[in-house]
């Protein structure tokens, strides 16, 4: 790689990288929201709203399309954190 483009490529990353900690912060105020959810929950079943995920999938497609982003990436992107934080709550369901 000419040193121009490993020039270009640092500068790339470190706006990614300084992306990457904005989103940690979103991360955060999102499972904070969840903790409240969790606790709002009387049952263990209650956990997984299949309906809602397709809602929530459906919804994040079409605005995918609008935005001119790849909906496959976005789609996986959202189940990975949909699933994920089932497997939150499914591990703080008790501790509440």
């Known amino acids: 790689m000419s040193p ?6 640092e500068v790339i990353r470190k706006k990614l990288d300084k992306l990457d900690n904005s989103l940690l912060s ?3 105020k999102r499972t904070l929201l969840v903790n409240e959810v969790v606790k ?3 049952f263990k079943k209650e956990i997984v709203d299949k ?3 397709r809602v929530i999938l459906t919804k994040i497609r ?7 982003i790849d909906p496959n990436i976005t789609n996986r992107i959202w189940k ?5 934080y089932i497997n939150y709550e499914r591990k703080n369901f008790n501790k509440k």
């Open 4 to 9: 121009i483009r490993k020039k270009k490529l």
């Open 26 to 28: 979103i991360i955060k």
């Open 40 to 42: 709002l929950k009387k």
């Open 62 to 68: 079409k605005k995918s399309i609008q935005k001119k």
């Open 80 to 84: 990975n954190m949909i699933w994920s």
């Open 51 to 53: 309906k809602r995920i």
